[in-house]
Structure formats: C-alpha cells, structure tokens
C-alpha cells in the first residue's frame, strides 16, 4: 500500500508541475483514499490490541 501511496503522489507532482491539474485531481482522490483506508486499517489494529491486551 505504501508503495502505491508513493507511486500515486509522484504522479500527482508530475500532473502539478505539467499543468495537467485534471489528471493532479485524479491522482489527489486516489492519494485521499488511500490515506483513508490506511486510518481505518490502524484505528482497527489498535482495536484489536486493545482486546487482547485485556485478556
């Protein structure tokens, strides 16, 4: 996932600089997913760690 995130800004700073702010849209969505999906996935993990650290 990381590798993607990092896949993705590089394109959305070659969109930025290329004045392609269209596709710099594109890619800035897919960054915010990714960025939101990442929150979801810790915020679970620290569930978790929560219940087994209470057995």
Known sequence: MAAFT???TYFFNEAIM??????????AFLIGRNL???????????EIDKH????
């Open 6 to 8: 990092a896949l993705e």
């Open 52 to 55: 087994l650290k209470n057995k």
């Open 18 to 27: 290329s004045e392609h702010y269209l596709m710099a849209i594109f890619w």
């Open 36 to 46: 939101q999906i990442s929150y979801v996935m810790g915020r679970i993990v620290d």
